[in-house]
Structures are given as C-alpha cells and as structure tokens.
C-alpha cells in the first residue's frame, strides 16, 4: 500500500509539474494571443467611418416663381459650413455676393426680371466632407419693362452738358427715384465736385458745381436692372458709358441789343448780329443758361407743334437750316435769310436766335451739343424742364433736387 502510495505520489508529482509547466506555457500563450488578435483584426476589413454632410438652407428655394428682383439671395449652412456660392442667369451673367463673418453668403445688388436664375452651392460638413447643391428659380415677368439711356454717351460735348439719365417713362415715386439715385456713379478725370439731381421725374442729371474744364473725361455706371419704377414696371438691364469734354464754347445773346458773341477757350471768336423773338409771353426769347441740345443742318419748323395750329394767328412751317437746338420748346439758333434786315436791330422771331446764312452756318460748324448759350436781356425766363436746364439753380439749389433729400 504504501509502495503503491508512493508511485501515486510521483505520478501526482509528474502531472502536477507538467501542470505547472502547462501553465506556465499557457501564461505566455496569453499575451501572444492578445498581439495575435491585434494581428487577425488588421487583417479584416475595417469599417469607414460614415461621412457627414453639411445642410444647407437656400433662399429663394429650388423651383420658386415671380421671385421679385429686389429679393436677396441667401445661402446658410445649419450644418457644417458654406465655402463657396456662384449665382448666375440664364445668359451667364454672375450676381455678385459674399460670404459674411458668419458664414451666411448674400447677393450684393439687384437681380434681372423675367430671368432663371441657377444657384452652385459648395459646402463641408462639420467632419470636412465635401457636399455640393443646386437649386433654380425665376424672377417675376413685369407688365412693362422700364427702359432708360445714357445720353450722349461717347461723345466730345461742351462745358455745360451734365451727365443725362433719362428714362422713357415716369420714375413714379419719390422713393423710386432715390433708389435709383442710390446706385449710379459718376467718375471724371480730374476729380470734380458735382451732384444728382432730377429735372422732372423722368430725367435724372449730374452736373458739377462748375462748368467742365475741357478736356475732363466723364465715366457713368448705371447698374440698375431689377429697380422698380412704376406698379408692375422693372427695370431690364444695366447701362455703362461717359464722355469726353471738348472746348469751351459759350455764346453770349444780348436780345435788347441784338448781338451774339461767341467764344471759345475764353477768347471772342465772333460777334453776330442777330434777331430774337418779338415781345410776347409766347414768342420772346427766354433769358437764362441754355446747352445746345442737338445739331440738324435741316428742318421744317412747324408751329402746331408749340401750339399754333394752322389758320391761327402765328402760324407757320418754314423750312430752315444750320439749326441748333437750345429748348424743347422750340428755340434754336438757325439761319434765317427772311430776316436779315432785322438782324441786329429788331426781334422779330417766334423765340429763335435768327442769323445771316454764312453766321448760320459757321456757328453751325463750330458748335457741338453741350455748348453754352447765355441769354440776357428779355423778360421771359428759361424753364429748366424746358430745355437741358441744370445751370439754371445755383449748386446748392441743384443739390436739392436730389430724391435723396
């Protein structure tokens, strides 16, 4: 029994050492296992983290309608961030816009009316995934699409033309036309002192304080497509131009003493002697600043279109020549062989400054739309709706023509 014991216990002993060193190995085998699972799990797919779009809110939304031109374009992210944001028309034309210090991007100026309008969006979500968006509306369709002109733009004009914006219908209300007065611009070479005004609500001018020094070259920027003027009336499209100033012409008519004389650069070119319309409230010359509003060496002056119908006292259609333009009323300065008789002793027009033919013609071949006809010497006053009538307010007067006082 005890010699059995003892083999047992060797026995025991054996396994218990092997166990021992079983766990031992089995210790070790632990701490492989740990790297080797490291090992099997790189060797598996890992799984990609999902990305996170941005969320992005755009206004007018995809697909709106009779959006008014006026309206601003915004772009906003809720989520993630706005990076970039290109707007354009159907024609290409980019709406300008910027992203602001939050991160919200809004258009800068006007949009066309009846126009599609495309908005490109890029954005990051807040892990920096890219996302990109599209959306589309159109701008109202009007009932009249307002139009306007840069007038006499390009060309060499005298010391008195301002800057003309004229409109073919009426800017219908006060703060219609300060709109509009908000964004045009004037820019001259050299720098001058100048101001908008209106003349009538159709006719929206820039004159300097002073006339032009020749040779100023005059910019004009009218971006105003999308301005409303009227109930259903919107503005097209922009309009850009200027010109140059020429010399400084400026004719000076006494009609009490029925002379005209004509200076260029400050140096008398001419005295001519002339005759200016008879006395009446309807035919005598109007005193004031007129400018040459336009050049045709022939026309058929027609009363009835002052007012004088045929068969009325007053009346008549003759045909004259070398004429130059100072009022819509009617006034030019033109040749009138008729007359010559009268010419610098009596006025015996209908309100025009009347000269020999060859004075009619080379005050025609000096003359330029722009220039200076100062008149003195008669009881009726010159409008300024009645003609180019700027110079006829001092600057400070001017200045309160402006809709934005």
């Known amino acids: 029994m005890p010699k059995t014991t003892g083999a047992l216990s060797r026995r025991a002993l054996g396994i218990a050492a092997a166990s021992g060193l079983l766990a031992a190995c089995s210790t070790e085998g632990s701490s492989s296992s740990t790297t080797g699972k490291g090992a099997t799990d790189a060797a598996r797919p890992s799984s990609t983290p999902t990305p996170t779009p941005a969320v992005v809110v755009i206004s007018p939304a995809d697909a709106t309608a009779d959006v008014l031109p006026t309206t601003p374009v915004t772009v906003t992210a809720t989520s993630g961030t706005v990076t970039a944001v290109v707007v354009k028309d159907e024609d290409g034309h980019e709406l300008p816009g910027a992203l602001d210090a939050a991160g919200a991007w809004t258009s800068s100026r006007f949009m066309r009316p009846a126009a599609q309008y495309t908005v490109e969006v890029t954005a990051a979500g807040s892990d920096g995934a890219p996302s990109q968006f599209s959306s589309r509306f159109t701008t109202l369709t009007p009932g009249v699409i307002a139009t306007y002109g840069l007038v006499y733009s390009g060309a060499v004009v005298g010391i008195g033309m301002p800057v003309s914006i004229q409109f073919d219908t009426a800017v219908t209300t006060k703060e219609m036309r300060?709109?509009?007065?908000?964004?045009?611009?004037?820019?001259?070479?050299?720098?001058?002192?100048?101001?908008?005004?209106?003349?009538?609500?159709?006719?929206?001018?820039?004159?300097?304080?002073?006339?032009?020094?020749?040779?100023?070259?005059?910019?004009?920027?009218?971006?105003?497509?999308?301005?409303?003027?009227?109930?259903?009336?919107?503005?097209?499209?922009?309009?850009?131009?200027?010109?140059?100033?020429?010399?400084?012409?400026?004719?000076?008519?006494?009609?009490?003493?029925?002379?005209?004389?004509?200076?260029?650069?400050?140096?008398?070119?001419?005295?001519?002697?002339?005759?200016?319309?008879?006395?009446?409230?309807?035919?005598?010359?109007?005193?004031?600043?007129?400018?040459?509003?336009?050049?045709?060496?022939?026309?058929?002056?027609?009363?009835?279109?002052?007012?004088?119908?045929?068969?009325?006292?007053?009346?008549?259609?003759?045909?004259?020549?070398?004429?130059?333009?100072?009022?819509?009323?009617?006034?030019?300065?033109?040749?009138?062989?008729?007359?010559?008789?009268?010419?610098?002793?009596?006025?015996?027009?209908?309100?025009?400054?009347?000269?020999?033919?060859?004075?009619?013609?080379?005050?025609?071949?000096?003359?330029?739309?722009?220039?200076?006809?100062?008149?003195?010497?008669?009881?009726?006053?010159?409008?300024?709706?009645?003609?180019?009538?700027?110079?006829q307010y001092s600057f400070d007067d001017w200045k309160r023509q402006s809709a934005l006082v």
Request: hydrophobic share 35%.
């Open 178 to 391: 300060a709109q509009v007065e908000k964004l045009v611009s004037v820019t001259t070479e050299p720098a001058l002192e100048g101001a908008w005004g209106w003349l009538d609500n159709r006719q929206l001018m820039w004159r300097p304080k002073d006339f032009w020094a020749p040779g100023t070259k005059v910019t004009v920027n009218a971006p105003l497509a999308g301005v409303q003027t009227g109930e259903n009336k919107w503005v097209g499209k922009d309009q850009s131009g200027g010109f140059t100033i020429g010399d400084a012409m400026v004719s000076h008519i006494d009609v009490a003493n029925h002379v005209m004389t004509v200076t260029r650069n400050g140096e008398t070119l001419r005295t001519i002697p002339v005759s200016n319309g008879r006395p009446g409230p309807q035919t005598e010359t109007r005193s004031g600043t007129k400018v040459i509003i336009e050049r045709q060496s022939k026309i058929t002056m027609d009363s009835t279109t002052i007012g004088i119908p045929e068969g009325s006292p007053g009346y008549y259609k003759v045909d004259t020549k070398w004429n130059l333009r100072v009022t819509w009323t009617g006034e030019f300065l033109h040749s009138a062989p008729w007359s010559v008789d009268a010419q610098g002793s009596s006025n015996v027009s209908h309100g025009c400054t009347n000269m020999s033919p060859s004075n009619a013609e080379w005050m025609f071949n000096n003359s330029k739309v722009g220039d200076v006809v100062q008149v003195t010497g008669s009881g009726r006053t010159f409008l300024p709706t009645e003609g180019i009538g700027v110079w």
